[in-house]
């Protein structure tokens, strides 16, 4: 069974960077799946971030390339999300997914409350 | 960006009831549009991909169709499990996005 777990600070302060992993489990992050991180700020809708391959490649939404890096780690089978200069905007539940090649999202972790404060 | 748009945002509907959420795209995504249910705290769901494929473990009393720019998402008989907000989402290209929800209440 698949799962994906996201863990991170659940506060950042304004202007740090937000730093969030997602170990997956039951699965190997190197079989060929994107995998991906999607926000959802309090009481809106779902915002796609960015997707990473098992080999690196990176696509980010043009909104946020300038502040975001995505990694993957096969040795840990794990993927991370870095967020820089954040702001009370970035406040959100931030879920990690995994997107079989050419599908949807289909396997998510529960979401990790990130809140921006100083 | 392709953008998505969610009709209607606000859905009331009685258990047994058929209804249909539509999800418009601003330019043509073929078939690459999924369909997803999330509950409150909870993280989205799949329901539907490839425009009309179900996810497996879903019931099949959501049913998706269309391909282009036009597309809906039925559910053939409420059940008072459903009452939740559906997403739509383009997966044609890069970035990826999101239809706005519908919201989903019991009347």
């Known amino acids: 069974q698949v799962q994906l777990q996201e863990s991170g600070p659940g506060l950042v302060k304004p202007s740090e960077t937000l730093s969030l992993t997602c170990t997956v489990s039951g699965h190997s992050i190197s079989s060929g799946n994107y995998w991906g991180w999607i926000r959802q700020p309090p009481g809106k809708g779902l915002e796609w971030i960015g997707n990473?391959?098992?080999?690196?490649?990176?696509y980010v939404t043009p909104s946020l390339k300038s502040r975001v890096a995505i990694s993957v780690d096969t040795s840990k089978n794990q993927f991370s999300l870095k967020l820089s200069s954040v702001t009370a905007a970035d406040t959100a539940v931030y879920f990690c997914?995994?997107?079989?090649?050419?599908?949807?999202?289909?396997?998510w972790g529960q979401g990790t409350v990130v809140t921006v404060s100083s | 960006d392709i953008q998505m748009t969610q009709s209607p945002s606000t859905l009331s509907a009685s258990v047994g009831d058929r209804v249909t959420i539509t999800c418009r795209a601003s330019?043509?995504?073929?078939?690459?549009l999924a369909w997803y249910q999330q509950k409150p705290g909870k993280a989205p769901k799949l329901l539907i991909y490839?425009?009309?494929s179900l996810e497996s473990g879903v019931p099949s009393r959501f049913s998706g169709s269309g391909s282009g720019t036009e597309f809906t998402l039925t559910i053939s008989s409420l059940q008072p499990d459903d009452f939740a907000t559906f997403y739509c989402q383009q997966y044609n290209s890069f970035p990826y996005t999101f239809g706005q929800g519908t919201k989903l209440e019991i009347k």
């Open positions: 330019q043509s995504i073929s078939s690459w």
């Open positions: 990473i391959y098992h080999s690196g490649s990176t």
């Open positions: 490839k425009a009309s």
């Open positions: 997914a995994k997107m079989p090649s050419s599908d949807a999202f289909d396997i």
